[in-house]
């Protein structure tokens, strides 16, 4: 990779001084000693080194390296993430005070207790459900059809209708129901100041995204909910111990900003950066020319990480980087390839947690760190991401439609698929919209949804809202077909009744930047009873205004194709109490043993192996029944075992 070329072609050939004028104390007056030191760190390390992190989804475990996130960073990557990612979006709604909620949020803060014991870095995100708990939501309808909240904060304002220096009526049910779940995550965060713990906050994240609530009334108002966050925790409440963020959706949401002495640090959400470098210098420069170069820049979210050495190179260090969780299907680690991770990871210019340098012995300064030497260049590594080729199971038997993505880099995969343009069933009073969907990118999701176009006079084109769909995942997408808009505004009583009554083109509509593999899709429904197509006889379907987009339909037993069919052999075996696994290829690998509960209780290896065959014995182990798990580079397999 050519970082040089890259650079021009960004604009960006005049190297970006990242450090400039960067405080070296937190904005917070009487931040704890601590927060202090966090900052500092932070602010130190700044356009030198970046902090590698990975966030939970599944907190399992009230140790951080026991985590499954965690403990797979560690399998991929030989090492701990110095920060780890936390989650509020069970600590407030009209859940949370069920009993799994409640155990998942002090897990989360027990676990961040020992992560700050070990000289790592908490950083928490607020998923904030409706204040009001009417609904344990947190998205809009735009964001989730089928479960959303209509929560609107304004009505806490004197002027509901207010567009600039919104104030807050102290005496309204929703400015009280807000302060209530505000006091909540307050007192959460006191209670790790208690124990001596600080930690990173990004509240209202995404700002101008629509679809959470709080990102759907504008600037002002968002400003003002920001504010009354940290005010309250911090000059009410007395939280002192926190480093906090403000995330814009974009780089150009400068109407959105809650004012600089609120906020440490400006993070940005990053996904399908899949050269791990043109998004990343792109987003650092616009941030600098619309925020200017006095706060640090941090990626709040991200799937393939930012590059060190491409980000050296363009003088646009990130303060730290946090891929979204492994578990709970997320497979976002996936996104990084093993040569790419290893040579982050192994950069002195990443800070793992084992190279912390404990928050009992760091020293406050106001000197940056010394130049690092990266060790190695991203153009020679290999970066390829191999996708593989699969088919459903049940092609002998059943029809799918076959759409190949072959985008890119920067490059977006974009097609109107007419699915169905003849003997169109009227549509009038159609309800819902359901179709299969098997995903076969195993390193990315895809979001795409349905669109109608009437017939003569009108020729007037309207869709609902869409469908995402996990990397690597099948499921059956369902569609509420009363969010069917036309030129933005959703279509009601006799306007959608006549609408829909007079379809011409029925079209799946995708929109996939930097999507590259095949997805299917089956059996198009409306109501569970009136079939749109489910592609089981030979058909010829067009693209329209399509780019980087290839379809097929796959009848029953087509002979076009011979289907590989996914297995996954064990390599794992066990004989007495002796196990046995043979590793395809080096690289890194984890043999633990878990009780029937699911808890490890033991870890028999972790570090590199060469290609070979490999024995461990389990005989130490006190007598009982046991899940052993081998995972690494090649291999994943476990295999229940009895100790006699």
């Known amino acids: 990779m050519d970082i040089q070329k890259i650079l021009v072609s960004l604009g960006l050939a005049t190297a970006i001084s990242a450090s400039a004028a960067i405080s070296y104390t937190p904005v917070t007056e009487g931040a704890?000693?601590?927060?202090?030191?966090?900052?500092?760190?932070?602010?130190?390390?700044?356009?030198?080194?970046?902090?590698?992190?990975?966030?939970?989804?599944?907190?399992?475990?009230?140790?951080?390296?026991?985590?499954?996130?965690?403990?797979?960073?560690?399998i991929r990557t030989g090492k701990y993430p110095a920060l780890v990612g936390f989650d509020f979006l069970f600590a407030t709604g009209v859940k949370a005070s069920d009993s799994w909620y409640k155990s998942y949020t002090q897990k989360a803060l027990d676990a961040a207790k020992d992560l700050w014991s070990q000289g790592g870095i908490p950083a928490f995100t607020w998923h904030w459900k409706d204040p009001s708990d009417q609904i344990d939501?947190?998205?809009?309808?735009?964001?989730?059809?089928?479960?959303?909240?209509?929560?609107?904060?304004?009505?806490?304002?004197?002027?509901?209708?207010?567009?600039?220096?919104?104030t807050w009526n102290k005496e309204s049910e929703t400015y009280k129901q807000i302060l209530s779940d505000i006091d909540e995550i307050a007192d959460m965060f006191l209670g790790l100041q208690?124990?001596?713990?600080?930690?990173?906050?990004?509240?209202?994240?995404?700002?101008?995204?629509?679809?959470?609530?709080?990102?759907?009334?504008?600037?002002?108002?968002?400003?003002?909910?920001?504010?009354?966050i940290y005010d309250e925790m911090v000059s009410v409440k007395g939280v002192k111990n926190l480093v906090w963020v403000w995330n814009p959706e974009y780089t150009k949401d400068t109407d959105w900003n809650p004012g600089a002495t609120k906020y440490d640090v400006i993070s940005l959400d990053i996904y399908e950066a899949w050269d791990y470098t043109s998004k990343y210098t792109k987003a650092y420069a616009e941030l600098t020319t619309n925020f200017?170069?006095?706060?640090?820049?941090?990626?709040?979210?991200?799937?393939?990480?930012?590059?060190?050495?491409a980000m050296t190179a363009a003088k646009t260090t990130w303060s730290w980087w946090m891929p979204w969780y492994q578990s709970w299907s997320g497979k976002f680690l996936d996104q990084t390839v093993e040569s790419v991770w290893k040579a982050n990871m192994e950069s002195p210019c990443t800070i793992s947690l084992e190279s912390m340098p404990g928050w009992d012995k760091y020293t406050i300064s106001t000197t940056p760190v010394a130049a690092c030497e990266v060790g190695y260049e991203l153009g020679k590594l290999d970066t390829a991401r191999k996708i593989e080729e699969v088919f459903?199971?049940?092609?002998?038997?059943?029809?799918?439609?076959?759409?190949?993505?072959?985008?890119?880099?920067?490059?977006?995969?974009?097609?109107?698929?007419?699915?169905?343009?003849?003997?169109?069933?009227?549509?009038?009073?159609?309800?819902?919209?359901?179709?299969?969907?098997?995903?076969?990118?195993?390193?990315?999701?895809?979001?795409?949804?349905?669109?109608?176009?009437?017939?003569?006079?009108?020729?007037?084109?309207?869709?609902?809202?869409?469908?995402?769909?996990?990397?690597?995942?099948?499921?059956?997408?369902?569609?509420?077909?009363?969010?069917?808009?036309?030129?933005?505004?959703?279509?009601?009583?006799?306007?959608?009744?006549?609408?829909?009554?007079?379809?011409?083109?029925?079209?799946?509509?995708?929109f996939a930047a930097g999507f590259n593999g095949t997805v299917y899709y089956d059996d198009i429904m409306v109501d569970g009873t009136t079939l749109?197509?489910?592609?089981?006889?030979?058909?010829?379907?067009?693209?329209?205004?399509?780019?980087?987009?290839?379809?097929?339909?796959?009848?029953?037993?087509?002979?076009?194709?011979?289907?590989?069919?996914?297995?996954?052999?064990?390599?794992?075996?066990?004989?007495g109490n002796v196990i046995s696994f043979a590793a395809a290829k080096s690289g890194i690998v984890a043999v633990d043993v878990f009780g029937m509960n699911g808890k490890r209780v033991a870890t028999l290896y972790r570090g590199n192996l060469a290609a070979g065959n490999y024995s461990f014995s389990l005989e130490n182990m006190p007598k009982g029944r046991y899940i052993v798990r081998v995972k690494g580079t090649g291999i994943t397999a476990t295999q229940p075992v009895l100790v006699k």
């Open 392 to 510: 459903p199971g049940d092609l002998a038997t059943n029809g799918w439609l076959q759409v190949k993505f072959s985008a890119s880099g920067e490059d977006t995969a974009k097609g109107n698929v007419v699915v169905l343009d003849k003997n169109i069933p009227d549509l009038s009073t159609a309800k819902k919209l359901t179709m299969k969907v098997y995903n076969t990118n195993s390193m990315s999701g895809i979001w795409f949804t349905v669109a109608f176009l009437t017939g003569a006079p009108d020729w007037a084109w309207a869709q609902p809202d869409g469908c995402w769909i996990n990397a690597g995942d099948s499921t059956t997408c369902e569609i509420d077909l009363s969010t069917t808009a036309k030129d933005q505004v959703v279509l009601e009583g006799d306007d959608y009744t006549n609408f829909m009554g007079n379809i011409s083109k029925v079209y799946l509509e995708v």
């Open 292 to 309: 200017g170069s006095d706060k640090m820049f941090a990626v709040s979210e991200n799937g393939s990480i930012p590059d060190i050495s």
């Open 32 to 74: 704890t000693e601590g927060a202090q030191k966090l900052y500092n760190f932070l602010a130190t390390n700044y356009g030198v080194r970046t902090v590698s992190g990975v966030m939970t989804g599944d907190v399992n475990d009230a140790t951080v390296k026991g985590l499954v996130d965690v403990d797979t960073f560690n």
């Open 194 to 228: 208690e124990a001596g713990v600080a930690a990173i906050f990004r509240p209202l994240h995404e700002a101008s995204g629509a679809w959470f609530w709080w990102g759907t009334k504008g600037g002002a108002a968002f400003q003002a909910l920001y504010n009354l």
């Open 532 to 575: 749109i197509n489910d592609f089981n006889t030979a058909q010829k379907i067009k693209v329209e205004q399509g780019s980087l987009v290839e379809v097929n339909v796959l009848p029953p037993g087509s002979s076009a194709i011979e289907p590989k069919v996914a297995t996954t052999a064990s390599k794992l075996s066990v004989s």
């Open 137 to 166: 939501a947190f998205y809009t309808k735009s964001g989730n059809a089928s479960e959303f909240t209509d929560f609107d904060f304004t009505q806490g304002f004197a002027d509901p209708a207010c567009t600039a220096n919104c």
